[in-house]
């Protein structure tokens, strides 16, 4: 498929490595109050918590079909 990532990152691992962390600590934090426990407080998905922008990259886009061209051959060649 010829998709790739905006910017100059090749990935967004660290980015959503971190927005998981964040997740999972902010869910065991409120699950750990005990007393004042309200599940509509507990956070449904990672994106509640980090905003997706703060990600390495600005997103995927698709770069259409082109196998004549010389940039098309050596994406999909990667």
Known sequence: ???GTW??????KKGKQASSRKFRRLA???L???R?????????KSFEVMNPWD???DGKAFFGFHPNELWFTKLMRK
């Open 36 to 44: 004042s426990y309200d599940s509509s407080l507990l956070p449904l």
């Open 1 to 3: 498929m010829p998709v």
């Open 55 to 57: 990600l390495g990259g």
């Open 28 to 30: 065991r934090a409120l």
């Open 7 to 12: 910017c100059c990152c090749k990935s967004q």
């Open 32 to 34: 750990c109050k005990g």
